[in-house]
C-alpha cells in the first residue's frame, strides 16, 4: 500500500524567514511527487518532481527529490504572509487512472 | 475555461437522506476522480474514472456511489447519508497521457454536513 509522511504536521513562522518542508513516501513502482498549495479552497499544483537531485524552482519555492532516500523536500524563502496555507505532497506509482496518494500536509502560517 | 467545477458549494443533510454532488471538466481531460478531506487526514481518494464509462473503488469508496455521465461530467452521491460523511468533496481531473498526466486540477469543493 503507498504511503506519504508530511512533517512537521504545522509551522508557525515570521516573514523573512526560511522553511523547509518534508515528504517522505513509500510508493510500488514510483512514477512521479507532486506538491501541492491548498489555500482556502482547492489545491493548487506547484511542482512535479520525477527525477533525483533536479531542483525545480519557482520564484522563492523550490523543490528536490531523492529517490534513494525516498523523500523530498519544499524549500520557502524570504516568506510572505501569502504562503500562508496548507502544503500537500503526493505520490504516482504504476497504477490505473494516473491516481495519487496524498500526504496529510503541513500547516504553514506566517507572520507578520 | 472554468477548469473543474463542482456544486452545490456548501449542503446540510439530515441523516439517511440521499443527494448527488456534481463535477463537470472543460479541459478535455480523461480522467476524474473524487476525494474527501477530514482534518488531519489529507486527501483520500473515493472513487475514480480512468475514462468514461469506466469506474473504480478508491481508498474510501464504502457509502458512496459515482457515476461517469459522459466525458465532462463525473458525480458522486450519497444513497443514505451518514454523520461520518461530514466533510470536504473535491472534484478532479488529469490529463490522459503525456508528460505531466498524473498533475490532477481540483474543483473548489462542495462542504458537506450531515446531521
Known amino acids: 500500500e503507498d504511503k506519504v509522511v508530511q512533517s512537521p504536521l504545522s509551522l508557525v513562522v515570521h516573514e523573512g524567514d526560511t522553511v523547509t518542508l518534508n515528504c517522505s513516501y513509500e510508493?510500488?513502482?514510483?512514477?512521479?511527487l507532486l506538491w501541492y498549495k491548498q489555500e482556502k479552497k482547492a489545491p493548487t499544483f506547484l511542482f512535479m518532481l520525477t527525477s533525483s537531485g533536479i531542483e525545480k524552482k519557482s520564484g522563492r519555492l523550490s523543490s528536490i527529490l531523492d529517490k534513494k532516500e525516498l523523500f523530498s523536500i519544499l524549500n520557502i524563502t524570504a516568506t510572505q504572509t501569502g504562503d500562508s496555507a496548507v502544503y500537500l505532497c503526493a505520490v504516482s506509482g504504476l497504477r490505473a487512472g494516473n491516481m495519487l496518494t496524498f500526504g496529510g500536509g503541513t500547516r504553514l502560517m506566517v507572520k507578520p | 475555461n472554468a477548469g473543474v467545477t463542482q456544486t452545490p458549494k456548501f449542503q446540510v443533510l439530515k441523516t439517511g437522506q440521499s443527494m448527488t454532488l456534481q463535477c463537470a471538466q472543460d479541459?478535455?481531460?480523461?480522467?476524474m476522480y473524487w476525494y474527501r478531506q477530514d482534518p488531519g487526514m489529507g486527501l483520500r481518494l473515493i472513487y475514480y474514472?480512468?475514462?468514461?464509462?469506466?469506474?473504480d473503488k478508491g481508498e474510501v469508496p464504502n457509502g458512496y456511489n459515482v457515476s461517469r455521465l459522459n466525458k465532462r461530467e463525473f458525480s458522486l452521491r450519497l444513497e443514505s447519508a451518514a454523520p461520518s460523511q461530514t466533510s470536504v468533496y473535491f472534484c478532479?481531473?488529469?490529463?490522459?497521457f503525456g508528460r505531466g498526466r498524473e498533475t490532477q486540477y481540483f474543483g473548489p469543493g462542495t462542504r458537506l454536513l450531515v446531521l
Open positions: 478532479a481531473s488529469s490529463a490522459p
Open positions: 510508493v510500488t513502482n514510483f512514477r512521479s
Open positions: 479541459m478535455n481531460h480523461n480522467s
Open positions: 474514472s480512468a475514462s468514461e464509462g469506466t469506474t
